[in-house]
C-alpha cells in the first residue's frame, strides 16, 4: 500500500508541468489589439494602447521578467501600473487609469489595458505560472 502511494506521488509530480498551459500574448501595434491564446486556443481579445512617436513599443518576442500586483512608474511621476508584466527592462503590460485612449497609441512605450483586463491576464500568468508566457509584439 505505502509503494502505491509512493508511486501515485511520484507519478503525480512528474504529470504538473504538463498540465501547465502555454500562453502567447500577441500584441498587434498597428491593430492596438492584444489576443491571449492557452494552448493555441483565442482565450482573450482585449484593446490596448502602445507607444506613440519617440516611445515605441520594442518589437519582438519576449518572456515575463518580473511581475507586480502593484506598481508605481519611477520614470514617469510615479503613474500606477496595476497588474504589471515585465517583458523587456522597464517595458511592461499593465493597466491604465486612460481607458479613453485603449485602442489608440498612447504610451510612453508600455503595453496599456484596462485594468479588469489586466488583472485577469495577471491572474492567468499566476495561475499557470510565468515560464509558460511567450509576450510578441509585432505591427
Known amino acids: 500500500m505505502l ?25 498587434d501595434i498597428q491593430t492596438q489589439q492584444m489576443q491571449v491564446r492557452v494552448d493555441g486556443r483565442l482565450t482573450y481579445t482585449f484593446d490596448v494602447s502602445t507607444g506613440r512617436k519617440g516611445h515605441s513599443t520594442p518589437k519582438g518576442r519576449y518572456e515575463v521578467v518580473r511581475m507586480y500586483e502593484r506598481y508605481y512608474s519611477k520614470k514617469y511621476d510615479n503613474a500606477p501600473m496595476p497588474y504589471a508584466i515585465f517583458f523587456n ?50 505591427g
Open 3 to 27: 509503494r502505491r502511494v509512493a508511486a501515485l506521488l511520484v507519478f503525480g509530480l512528474l504529470a504538473t508541468p504538463a498540465l501547465a498551459g502555454q500562453i502567447l500574448v500577441d500584441v
Open 89 to 138: 527592462g522597464g517595458y511592461a503590460i499593465h493597466g491604465t487609469n486612460d481607458i479613453k485612449h485603449l485602442g489608440k497609441i498612447a504610451s510612453h512605450g508600455c503595453v496599456r489595458l484596462h485594468p479588469d483586463n489586466a488583472r485577469m491576464l495577471y491572474d492567468l500568468v499566476q495561475q499557470e505560472g510565468r515560464d509558460s508566457v511567450t509576450i510578441k509584439i509585432t
